[in-house]
């Protein structure tokens, strides 16, 4: 005789690996499983997933375009595109230098802009980019080898359906840093180069956040600031989206929106606020390259 959780204890093994910080091939076997051992995991995680939706590969953000166009999905019947609020791509590079969601990172840091993933996702409010890694010993005065966090936030929710300028958020998180007040100015000035390089890294050299690495070192370096032993750089920029597409992302996802598309006008300046199926899950996740991100 089987035992069957308890669905509230369900949904917290769930939300638990759901929301940690996992390498791209852990997630991939869990998001392969999970929908698999019976119709309560299967809800349960599609209601999950799908408001905070992770893309290991660009092959799985294929397969998304792909069943909200044809509306026939065993795993999410209903709740895709409109549950969605986040899209996430976590590369993980603690135990090694590959992680397929490189590729997809480097996609979405490529992408001149961001119509055809939000005219899919109504509801969508950012798209998350972030990596995990640990800085090389050859760096003299972070000799612990530390462990950084970088993330890129791209806001979409007070964007509409035309070109439009978006709010950029992005954060360096160091564990253990050493103290900037108290070695002083040459810290700060190496702080700065360090971030210049991350940051360029962290944007793979993206046409659109150039403002980053041209001009996101200096005074992150001295207005940083010190929480629960860590050392936080954040700003803001904003980008200026322009016409084209990559690898068919924007048109496949506006050809999977539900409601008609309309010609892209001319330039908007957008105002806001501060703000499965089993067989086919080897190419599903498969990916042809994995290109970038020389952190």
């Known amino acids: 005789m089987r035992v069957q959780l308890p669905t509230e204890l369900i949904e917290c093994i769930i939300l638990e690996f759901w929301y940690s910080e996992h390498p791209s091939d852990d997630r991939i076997t869990f998001m392969t499983a999970c929908p698999l051992i019976n119709g309560i995991w299967k809800d349960i995680y599609a209601r999950i997933t799908s408001r905070d939706i992770y893309v290991p590969t660009v092959a799985y953000l294929l397969y998304l375009s792909s069943i909200i166009s044809s509306n026939d999905s065993a795993i999410y019947p209903t709740s895709l595109p409109d549950s969605t609020r986040t899209i996430t791509c976590y590369v993980d590079l603690i135990k090694s230098t590959e992680d397929a969601a490189k590729e997809p990172y480097s996609v979405f840091c490529s992408l001149p802009n961001y119509i055809g993933l939000r005219r899919c996702f109504p509801n969508i409010e950012r798209i998350d980019l972030e990596i995990k890694f640990r800085i090389g010993w050859h760096r003299r005065f972070l000799y612990h080898h530390q462990l950084f966090r970088t993330r890129v936030s791209i806001v979409l929710e007070q964007a509409n359906a035309q070109l439009c300028v978006l709010p950029v958020d992005w954060s360096i ?59 936080h750089f954040h700003s803001q920029i904003f980008i200026k989206e322009r016409k084209g597409d990559l690898r068919d992302i924007n048109y496949r996802f506006k050809k999977a929106a539900r409601t008609s598309w309309s010609e892209i006008p001319v330039y908007c300046i957008c105002y806001f606020n501060d703000y499965y199926q089993p067989r086919s899950q080897k190419r599903i996740f498969s990916n042809s390259r994995r290109p970038g991100l020389h952190i």
């Open 173 to 231: 998180v160091v564990d253990d840093p050493p103290n900037v007040e108290e070695v002083g100015f040459a810290l700060r000035g190496s702080w700065s180069r360090i971030l210049s390089e991350i940051t360029f890294d962290m944007v793979q050299s993206g046409f659109s956040f150039r403002a980053i690495w041209f001009t996101g070192s200096v005074y992150p370096a001295i207005d940083s600031s010190v929480y629960q032993g860590a050392r």
